[in-house]
C-alpha cells in the first residue's frame, strides 16, 4: 500500500506570497515595518540597554549627544538612550493591554445592547453618551485622581484608565454593527431554534461583526500612546524613575534649549509608533473594506 503525498513547489509558494504583497496596500505595508522595527526595539530594551535605566552617573550629567550617549545625559546623568530602549516595551503593553480590556468590555456591551434593544439599550446608550461627552483627557485625569494615592502611577491603573476611556467609543461602534446583523435570516434562524442571547451574540452576531471590530481595535490602538504619553507628560502616568516616554519628554523638556536629542528622542519615538499605527489602520481598513471612524 503506497501512500501518495502532495507538496506545494516552493517557486510557486514564494510567489504566490509575493504577489499577495505587492497587492497589499502602501499604507499597511509601511505602518507594518514601523511596528515590527518598534516591536523588535522593544524586545531588545527588556534584555538589554547600554546602561541600567535608573543608573546615575554614566556619564557627565547635561552632557549632548556622543557615540557613547546617542541621545545624551538627563540631569542626573542617566543615559537617555537606555531609558528610551527600556521603555518602548512600556508604552507598547500599555497600549495594547489597555485597547484590549476597553474591546472586550466595548465589544460585549455593544453587541448586547444593539441585539436585545428596549430599555437595555436606552440606559446604556445614554451612560455612553454622557461619558463621550467628557474629553478623553479630562475623563483619564479624574478616574487616575478618584483612583487615590495608593494606585497612582501603577501600570494596571493605567491600563484600566486607558480600557475605560475607549470602551464608550467602542460600544457604539459594536452596537451599531449588532443592529445590522440582528435583522439577517441567520439570526432569525438561530432564534427559531431556541439560541439563548449569549449564544446568538457571540456565534452569530459577533463573527459577522469580526471586519468592523479589528478595525476599530486598530484605530483605538493608535490613539493609546498618545493619551498614555500626555498622562505622563502631566505626572499622572507610570511612577518615576521607571521610564515612559511622555514622562522622559516632561522631564527633560527644560533641556529643549541645552541639549534638545534628550527630548527629541523620545518624541520622534513616541510620533513613529503613532503614525506606524495609523498607516496600519488605513490599509486594514482598504483590505477589509471597512473606513474607520478617525477623532470619534
Known amino acids: ?3 501518495i503525498t502532495t507538496t506545494i513547489p ?3 509558494f514564494s510567489r504566490f506570497n509575493a504577489e499577495r504583497w505587492r497587492a497589499t496596500p502602501g499604507p499597511f505595508k509601511v505602518g507594518a515595518v514601523i511596528l515590527v522595527a518598534h516591536a523588535l526595539f522593544a524586545i531588545l530594551g527588556v534584555f538589554w540597554t547600554p546602561y541600567g535605566f535608573a543608573e546615575m552617573g554614566a556619564g557627565l550629567p547635561l552632557s549632548g549627544a556622543s557615540w557613547q550617549h546617542p541621545m545624551g545625559l538627563d540631569q542626573i546623568g542617566r ?5 528610551f530602549m527600556h521603555g518602548a516595551h512600556i508604552v507598547l503593553m500599555l497600549s495594547f493591554a489597555g485597547t484590549m480590556l476597553g474591546m472586550v468590555a466595548g465589544t460585549t456591551l455593544g453587541l448586547l445592547s444593539g441585539y436585545i434593544g428596549g430599555w437595555f439599550d436606552e440606559v446604556t446608550q445614554r451612560i455612553v453618551e454622557a461619558m463621550i461627552s ?3 483627557l479630562a475623563l483619564a485625569l479624574v478616574m487616575i485622581i478618584a483612583a487615590g494615592p495608593a494606585l497612582a502611577g501603577e501600570p494596571v491603573l493605567i491600563v484600566f484608565v486607558v ?3 475607549y470602551a464608550p467609543r467602542i460600544v457604539r461602534i459594536a452596537r451599531a454593527a449588532a443592529m445590522d446583523i440582528a435583522t439577517r435570516e ?5 432564534e427559531l431554534r431556541g439560541e439563548g442571547t449569549w449564544s446568538i451574540v457571540f456565534r452569530e452576531i459577533l463573527p459577522n461583526a469580526a471586519n468592523v471590530l479589528l478595525v476599530e481595535f486598530s484605530l483605538r490602538l493608535s490613539y493609546a500612546p498618545i493619551l498614555i504619553g500626555a498622562l505622563g507628560f502631566l505626572g499622572f502616568g507610570i511612577r518615576p524613575p ?3 516616554w511622555g514622562l522622559m519628554i516632561s522631564e527633560n523638556r527644560n533641556l529643549l534649549i541645552a541639549s534638545p536629542v534628550t527630548v527629541f528622542g523620545p518624541g520622534l519615538g513616541l510620533a513613529s509608533l503613532v503614525i506606524g499605527f495609523n498607516l496600519f489602520t488605513d490599509g486594514l481598513s482598504r483590505m ?7 477623532g470619534a
Open 79 to 83: 543615559d537617555v538612550f537606555s531609558r
Open 242 to 244: 521607571t521610564p515612559e
Open 10 to 12: 516552493a517557486r510557486r
Open 186 to 190: 441567520y439570526v432569525a434562524v438561530a
Open 288 to 294: 477589509l473594506g471597512q473606513r474607520p471612524v478617525a
Open 134 to 136: 467628557i474629553p478623553f
Open 163 to 165: 480600557g475605560l476611556v
Open 1 to 3: 500500500m503506497s501512500v
